[in-house]
């Protein structure tokens, strides 16, 4: 069964600071990757999807970078903001599901 | 709808007794998927539904969980007997399809809380 992890738990940060959010999963057989960002009491939302062909996708100051081989992908943020305070959940996919992390608690101090 | 809805947003509720939580699927969107969300942990997948084939029920975690969708329409979860551990947010998404990774939405979940 696929298994997903993401470091660290939590993290704190003050503004303007680049960081970068880790996440490893033990199947290689993926579909593709994707990264949500959860806020308190809502969905989640998409913020990147990277197809399993791919190696990197970027949206703004958000860069995601997969490497299959060796079960590995990163979020980098770059000159965090305090609006990007939230819980950050990387989720793969095989054919019909995906398979979420616990997810990383960013907090981002103005 | 524009998005996903899913009703009731809270539900309290005493151990042993029955609940139904609903999910709206945005129009046209064929594929359907349940997650539980416990405190502090990932999301677990729990059932998906593609068009008219049979779900995918292999992340029911027993007998007790059930859950319906007619077509590609409204999915209701249903909880029998509920316990302690069943409380969860219950977070429902549908996408146009099943293959692909991106349309995916979420709806803003059901917490549910046994007492």
């Known amino acids: 069964k696929q298994e997903v992890t993401q470091i660290p738990a939590a993290l704190s940060v003050p503004e303007g600071e680049n960081l970068v959010l880790n996440c490893s999963f033990t199947?290689?057989?993926?579909?593709?990757l994707q990264w949500f960002r959860q806020d308190p009491g809502k969905g989640l939302t998409s913020l990147l999807l990277?197809?399993?062909?791919?190696r990197e996708q970027t949206s703004g100051r958000l860069n995601a970078s997969l490497d299959k081989s060796s079960g590995r992908s990163t979020l980098y943020i770059a000159a965090s903001q305090p609006g990007d305070s939230a819980t950050y959940l990387c989720?793969?996919?095989?054919?019909?599901?995906?398979?979420f992390g616990s997810g990383t608690k960013l907090n981002v101090k103005p | 709808g524009a998005g996903v809805s899913q009703s009731p947003s809270n539900k309290v509720t005493e151990k042993g007794k029955d609940v139904e939580l609903r999910c709206d699927p945005i129009?046209?969107?064929?594929?359907l998927y349940w997650y539980r969300q416990r405190l502090g942990q990932g999301l677990e997948f729990l059932i998906y539904?593609?068009?008219?084939?049979?779900?995918?029920k292999s992340g029911l975690p027993s007998d007790r969980f059930s859950a319906e969708r007619t077509g590609e329409s409204v999915s209701t979860l249903t909880i029998q007997r509920t316990q302690q551990e069943d409380s969860a947010v219950y977070l429902c998404?549908?996408?146009?399809?099943?293959?692909?990774?991106?349309?995916?939405?979420f709806g803003s979940g059901t917490r549910l809380t046994v007492v």
């Open positions: 998404a549908s996408s146009l399809g099943a293959t692909t990774g991106v349309g995916y939405t």
């Open positions: 199947d290689s057989a993926i579909y593709n």
């Open positions: 990277i197809q399993s062909s791919q």
């Open positions: 989720a793969v996919k095989d054919f019909n599901k995906f398979y």
């Open positions: 129009s046209g969107h064929t594929a």
């Open positions: 539904f593609q068009g008219n084939s049979a779900p995918d």
